[in-house]
């Protein structure tokens, strides 16, 4: 019966003390509402998030160059053996619950005139502590949460590789297609160099124009070495992704990118369980809330059992009970609970802001595909008017209606217009790569 009673007294003071609680989000914890003003969520649950890589970015050329960096990544694999780490660190933690055991045989001669000759012992002892207050229980659940936070930190690093390498791949296409525009209008600069030097020599056109025609010939040609440079650069860059030496990267061309027309965000609270970084940061304040219960517990004595056994000519077995109950240790204890307790406080501001940041990413990258599609309408319609104007510009000096600077303009502002054009289609393009990262897409 006494027994029975102090069961019921233990059980209500451990339930007073919640040393055994189980994490749970926070109350003031909310997912509605990150996106922010000017995004609509939406249930679908087809977002961008859920699909693979393979399905946002269809150019093969792509998808063999983001595979190749997942594989080859020396901060991936070396994530990887993190995990293994926390793994051990996790499968440790659940074998303190099982008892220990050592076995230390030993023997020798003994010397002595009244028990002279060979003696030995072959003793086995026992170690084991009873998790009543939750010492064990919250050390493991605490490296359960270690364990998730290390995965979702391999999580993350993925992620950020496949949006890396897309957004250097569409870099490149960009560029390849501005080097064969500018180069394009080098050559027709210099086809104006030539007949305006022609023009001069007939008195029909002064040395300045002449001069200045020049230059930004030079300038544009210039220009071409420059785009010639950058696109070696970028092609370096992601060399040293796929951890390979510098080389020429095999990949398509801009015109036969397909970017996604519906740009599918889903519901905000979805990010805290689809971005990586954002679960990170939630299993980082549980790890610390698992780490102030776990400080509690100190307060409570520890019951230890001790048992051996052991053959010395005979067999000698023993058992021993143990209880230690700290009364005074300089304050440590007190101490570590205190800082565990603001550890948690901490993270859970951390938590709250890696939130509302993956919100607002999520907010920049809608608005800067969105933006970035209607400002290339716009320069779309922009370069046919150019290209128009700078034929019929060139009809009209042809007939003697207009001067030849009048065709060094429209050629300057085609120029100008291409070049927006292509950035907007690069704009537009990052921003399918930012939205899907920001998301929590490239798990997959």
Known sequence: MKRIVYILVLGAMLSSCGLYGKYSRPEQIKGEGLY??????????????????????????????????LERNSDLRSLEYAVRQAEAGYQASK??????????????????ETAKGWGYAIPVAMDWEIDLFGKLVNQKRKAGASLLMTQDIREAAQTQIVATVASLYFQLLMMDQLLLVTDSTARKW??????????????????????????????????????????????????????QPPQPIARGTMQAQV????????????????RPDVRQAEHNLEQYFYGVQHARSMFFPSIRIDASAAFVGAFVPSLVGSLVQ??????????????????????????????????SEVNDALLQCQTARL??????????????????????????????????????????????????????????????????????
């Open 190 to 243: 210099q086809e104006t160099v030539r007949v305006m030097d022609l023009m001069k020599e007939a008195g029909m056109m002064n040395e300045v124009s002449v001069s200045q025609t020049q230059a930004t010939c030079y300038a544009i040609q210039a220009g071409v070495l420059d785009l010639q440079e950058g696109i070696r650069n970028v092609e370096n860059g992601l060399c040293l992704l796929l951890k």
């Open 259 to 274: 970017l996604p027309e519906e740009l599918q965000v889903g519901v905000s609270a979805q990010l805290l369980s689809n």
């Open 95 to 112: 074998l303190a619950f099982v008892p220990g055991f050592t076995f230390a045989p030993k023997g020798g001669y003994n010397i002595s």
């Open 36 to 69: 922010g003003t000017g995004v609509t969520e939406n249930t679908d649950s087809a977002t961008l998030a859920s699909l693979s890589y393979k399905e946002i970015f269809t150019d093969p050329q792509l998808q063999v160059l983001i595979g190749t960096a």
């Open 375 to 444: 400002k290339r309408e716009q320069h779309t319609q922009q370069v046919e008017a150019l290209t128009r104007a700078m034929d019929k510009t060139r009809s009209l000096m042809n007939n003697g209606s207009t001067t030849y600077l009048e065709v060094i303009y429209a050629q300057q502002a085609l120029l100008d217009a291409q070049t927006s054009q292509l950035e907007d289609w690069l704009d537009e393009a990052q921003g399918v790569v930012k939205l899907y990262q920001a998301l929590g897409g490239g798990v997959k």
């Open 326 to 359: 700290p009364i005074f240790a300089h304050g440590g204890i007190k101490a570590n609970y205190d800082i565990s307790k603001a550890q948690y406080e901490q993270a859970l501001l951390q938590f709250e802001q890696q939130m509302l940041k993956a919100g």
